[in-house]
């Protein structure tokens, strides 16, 4: 049964309908992947006007509460991932603290140097080699995260594709090369997926998405790897505890 809207109050209709979308997600009678009606059948069923429906599923999609795909419809989304920035992380680890698969698909392996910028973080000179890592990440074999790492040649040497295919990086550089990275230094923000970005991170172009750069420290305090990460806008969320 349709819960009417009350179109004698001052609260806006697409505020009501927005409440009561949210009201079938908290109570679970529509699931995360639930396809939801379409506008024309919100409209009808509310007698609405295609602004306030449209109104009311944007805004929920911005809060992420809703996702829209392309040729198929607005759906419910699913939970996010959620991580902690009080103390230093690992994705693959994270991931299976949550019960879910990790896995890298590993696009790029190179030699080569970098802009300035990276250089400076890895307390190197713009000549050294670097080895370049590009990932994506996956959980459950969702991608997650389109991931570059940076880290001194000289660190790593003999490192291959097999090397990184079967363990974690993390993992790797403890267990081959006696490198225990022990903190990090993180900086978020805000960016729109690009065209390439998009592709592998299966999202439209423009998505909402996090820029994360982590300059990674070894037990001694030298940098070992500079990352940067693009992340899924509408599959995680960082938290922090302010005391």
Not at 58 to 85: A, C, H, M, Y
Not at 176 to 191: D, Q, T
Request: net charge negative.
């Amino acid at each position: 049964m349709v819960n009417p809207l009350n179109h004698g109050t001052f609260i806006p209709l697409y505020y009501q309908l927005k409440e009561i979308i949210e009201k079938k997600i908290e109570t679970g009678e529509w699931k995360p992947g639930d396809k939801i009606p379409s506008e024309n059948d919100l409209r009808t069923s509310y007698n609405v006007s295609r602004n306030t429906v449209q109104k009311a599923l944007n805004d929920l999609v911005t809060e992420g509460l809703l996702e829209r795909i392309q040729g198929k419809g607005t759906f419910i989304s699913k939970p996010k991932i959620e991580q902690s920035l009080t103390s230093f992380y690992s994705f693959s680890k994270v991931m299976e603290n949550k019960g879910m698969n990790p896995k890298d698909i590993l696009l790029n392996l190179d030699i080569q140097t970098v802009p300035n910028k990276i250089a400076k973080e890895l307390q190197i000179s713009v000549e050294e080699k670097v080895v370049t890592l590009q990932r994506i990440r996956t959980a459950n074999n969702e991608p997650i995260i389109l991931e570059t790492s940076y880290i001194p040649s000289k660190l790593v040497p003999g490192l291959r594709r097999e090397d990184i295919e079967a363990s974690s990086l993390y993992g790797l550089l403890e267990n081959k090369y006696e490198i225990i990275v022990s903190k990090a230094v993180e900086a978020f923000e805000p960016v729109l997926a690009s065209k390439e970005e998009s592709k592998y991170l299966q999202i439209e172009e423009g998505a909402p998405s996090l820029l994360l750069d982590r300059t990674a420290y070894d037990i001694q305090g030298n940098p070992v790897e500079f990352c940067r990460s693009i992340v899924r806008g509408d599959r995680c969320r960082f938290y922090t505890e302010l005391l």
